[in-house]
């Protein structure tokens, strides 16, 4: 069973950072696309970042380009979004996903397993 544990949310005052992270366990880790999305408050879920199942390749939503990176290590199994120049706009709970393809795509379809989620606040 898949399972994706998110860490690294918080409260920040504009401008700052935030480094999120994503363990996943019962998959083959190297073998998939990773992807952040994110929900706030009354909101569809959207987009942020995605990543190839090497991690050469990544694709972004235009509102985060710039400010946020997607890495991973597929020796630790993890994914992270680096998050910088934070804006109240990106408050919201961010959530990890396992692709079911190994490129870096960007719509929620292609995403299976869903992490549980970590709620970034950004006051202003």
């Known amino acids: 069973q898949v399972q994706l544990v998110e860490s690294g949310g918080g409260l920040v005052q504009a401008g700052g950072s935030l480094r999120l992270s994503c363990e996943a366990s019962?998959?083959?880790?190297?073998?998939?696309?990773m992807g952040w999305f994110r929900q706030a408050p009354g909101k569809e879920r959207e987009f942020v970042a995605s990543?190839?199942?090497?991690?050469?390749?990544?694709s972004y939503a235009d509102s985060v380009k710039g400010r946020f990176t997607i890495s991973r290590d597929n020796a630790k199994k993890t994914v992270y979004l680096q998050m910088n120049s934070l804006q109240p706009e990106d408050t919201a709970v961010y959530y990890c996903?396992?692709?079911?393809?190994?490129?870096?795509?960007?719509?929620?379809?292609?995403?299976?397993?869903w992490g549980q989620g970590t709620q970034v606040t950004v006051s202003s």
């Open positions: 996903a396992v692709s079911s393809v190994k490129v870096a795509l960007t719509t929620s379809r292609f995403f299976g397993s």
């Open positions: 019962g998959l083959t880790f190297s073998s998939n696309a």
């Open positions: 990543i190839n199942w090497s991690g050469s390749s990544t």
